[in-house]
């Protein structure tokens, strides 16, 4: 049984980095996506980025050239860096994992496994 565990988050005014992490048990490395997405209360939740074993990433639109997503492997860890972080990163982020039928897409989470969330605000 996959279960993960974020950290990482916090309180940080605009402008500021956090990087937060996603600690996995039980995720075999063979074929899989891990993302992590975010969810502000009253809205929809919102895939941040995705990354799959090959290491190919993508990215939402309002996240491109601020956000980089990694893993490492050999810790079992996926990692999402923030820069230039905005008052509208605000939200509870989760990181999901979940065995690949297309590309990764965002809507493919849906069905996998997901962590407990960390919460990240950004000030003004």
């Known amino acids: 049984q996959v279960q993960l565990v974020e950290s990482g988050g916090g309180s940080v005014q605009a402008g500021g980095s956090l990087r937060l992490s996603c600690a996995a048990s039980?995720?075999?490395?063979?074929?899989?996506?891990l993302g992590w997405f975010r969810q502000v209360p009253g809205k929809e939740r919102e895939g941040v980025a995705t990354v799959d074993n090959n290491n190919s990433t993508t990215y939402t639109d309002s996240v491109k050239g601020r956000f980089i997503i990694s893993q490492d492997n050999a810790k079992n860890t996926l990692y999402l860096q923030m820069n230039s972080l905005k008052p509208e990163d605000t939200g509870m982020y989760y990181c999901?994992?979940?065995?690949?039928?297309?590309?990764?897409?965002?809507?493919?989470?849906?069905?996998?496994?997901w962590g407990q969330g960390t919460q990240v605000t950004v000030s003004s």
């Open positions: 999901a994992v979940v065995r690949p039928r297309e590309g990764c897409y965002f809507s493919e989470y849906a069905l996998g496994d």
């Open positions: 039980g995720l075999t490395y063979s074929s899989y996506c």
